[in-house]
Every structure is written in C-alpha cells, then in structure tokens.
C-alpha cells in the first residue's frame, strides 16, 4: 500500500500491475478475517474478484473497454479455523454464493480443536480441502 492507494480494492489493483509488470506466474491475496454477515465487507471481496477479472481481462468490447475475464481468479479459497464449528458452514455457504469458493484450507488443529466443521463444509458444498 501507498498514500496513492485507497482501500482494499486499490492495493490489489496495484499488485496486479505490479505481477503483471515483473512476470509473476502467482498472486495470492489475503483478504484477513472477514465476516459473512457483514455486507459492507462481503461487497469488497465481490468487488476485489472484480477488479481481479477486469485487470487480468484477455477481450475488448466494441468501445476497447475491458470485459471481464470470467476464468479468473484461479483459487478462492475460505480458510477455516477449526475451532469455528457450525458458523464455519454458514460462513461458507454465503461466500460459496457470493463468490464462487473453490477450495478449503484448515487452519488451528494444534489445540483441543477437531475440525469437524470442515467435513461439513466440504461435504455440504462439494469443496476439496486443499491444505
């Protein structure tokens, strides 16, 4: 982030330009913590898969303005702590309709934890664990 930049939005832009710019065959992007019954935060990360799908765009409309690149993001991915229980699935259904997960990580198994919430989840919404 610079002073130029505003937002989350903004920051990921300029990481686009900047993989872009150098080569770089990966980004990630970690959105830390959100919320799914937050809608102000769940409209940035709809917003952000925008920007990421405008940026990365490969076709031009008849006026040469970017379409969106509907292939792109490769990866959304929802990392789930295991602590979290039954919030976990409905966090994961809300984000699965808004922003199309493709894959779960499972965090925090060092502790009492079992992470049963992240078979439901998977089960649920037919997503692989990935980590």
Known sequence: PTESTNGPSAVLYGALDKAID????????????????NDA??????????????????????NVKPMPNMNVPHETLLVIDAAQGRMALDSAKQ??????????ILTK???????????????EL??????
Request: charged share 30%.
């Open 109 to 123: 198994l060092d502790g009492s934890a079992k992470g049963g919430s992240v078979v439901a989840v998977s089960r």
């Open 126 to 131: 037919g997503l692989p664990v990935k980590l």
């Open 41 to 62: 935060l769940t409209a940035e990360l709809v917003k952000m898969k925008k920007v990421i799908q405008k940026r990365l765009s490969t076709t031009f409309d008849e």
């Open 95 to 104: 984000w699965d309709k808004e922003l199309g997960l493709s894959g779960l």
């Open 22 to 37: 150098e080569g770089y065959d990966v980004l990630l992007v970690d959105t830390s913590g959100r919320l799914s019954n």
